[in-house]
């Protein structure tokens, strides 16, 4: 289990970085924390000819507040915005979340963007993304753009991501005054791949459910308020509406039961805490 | 720095236990293998490969790493530790490795060197860490020998030691 041999870069400036990755075309990728691109590397599911180090660039290293966003930049490690001291008034979703992201000695390395990068349809960071509704910066040596998040992710560790771009920036919208974040997880063991993740919002414009680990990239659902039996039939249709399907870890119906029970609980979990 | 070619060696500067290296290194050489076969410190082992079983568990800027998913060129001018360093004489063990012995918290050890390295970490920057806490840094370990209840006990140990040692008068 090692990896093909590839060039490296460590560029000074994200301009050389980018031009690297416009030349290499499809065979350019860029590295950062490597927890999920390393594994793909030594398994030789990914043989890029060149990888692009982008973890000397200062710029990118950044986590800023910008209006009514947190913008985290491409450098950022997921333990840095773990114990960013603002996580909890601003990112109360994403503090909900990251015990159950990898384990403490990947997310000392791993960065934010990276894990959005790889697009893996049952990691949480996705997950929060979508469920935010937030967004993500791309930049080429050409151009600048801003992708929704539900847009972004196009499918199995797919994403709108084009050849010699790389991701700059996210950004999650930063917590309503008065509105209510939880996120519950079903995994076999702690830190394991979640069979199914829940993410749900309360506030002002009505209940949003988010739900990783059964379609084939993260999915969010508006919830209109309903009362208890209403509810059923509404998280019974979103279960039946994700394509499920059978794997090792478990059956399409378990998930399709998870999503009832897990959504449901994680449903009112933020409802109580927008109370 | 100029792009590096696949084909050849490359130098490595960093620091590892304490003292300044240059190791040669090709490109896609990973952490693990740059310690074990080109530096020859064999105490941190490889397992898995792919980030799960946390036996190559390192310390990198300090705090808890996966040798095998990292590459050697991405410790370039970091501080890097290893189990080796974890006793200041070869000839004691430190007092987190006597917690082990005396607790039976390890059979085969294999997966102790990645286990040490993360728990010296937790017991340095939270020297009041309960049960819950080391489990949860525990989570991203294997061990298949002890169940893991001995390695629990014998950080709560070493942790309790730790904080007598810091105040003596308690």
Redesign the interface.
Known sequence: ??????????P?TIEEALA?LAEGGGEARV?AG??SL??M???RLARP???V?I?RLEALRRIETSGDEIVVGAGVRQ?ELEAWPSLLRDLPLLAAAF?WL?????R??GTVCGSIAHADPSAELPLSLVTLGGAVSLRSRKQKRVVKADDFFIGMMATDLAEGEMIEAVHFPKARHGSGYAFREVGR???DFAIVACAAVADDRGLRLGIAGVDDRPRVFPLPALDDDQFDDAINDIAWSLNARDDIHASARYRRELVRSLGRETLKEASRCRA | MPRMNAARKHPVDFTLNGRTVRAEAENRMLLSDLLRHEIGLTGTHVGCEHGVCGACTVQIDGKPARACLTLAQQVRGSDVRTVEALSPDPAELSPLQAAFRRHHGLQCGFCTPGILMSLDVLLRERPDAGREEIREHLSGHLCRCTGYATIVEAALAAAEEQRKEEKPNV
Do not use: Y
């Not at chain 1, 289990?1 to 460590?10: E, Q, Y």
């Not at chain 1, 990898?102 to 990947?106: E, I, L, N």
């Open positions: 289990m090692k990896p093909a041999s590839f060039d490296f870069l460590c000074e690297a590295i490597g927890q390393v594994p590397l030594n398994m000819a060149l990888l180090d973890m333990a015990p990898g384990h403490v000695q990947t000392a390395r063991r702690h830190g």
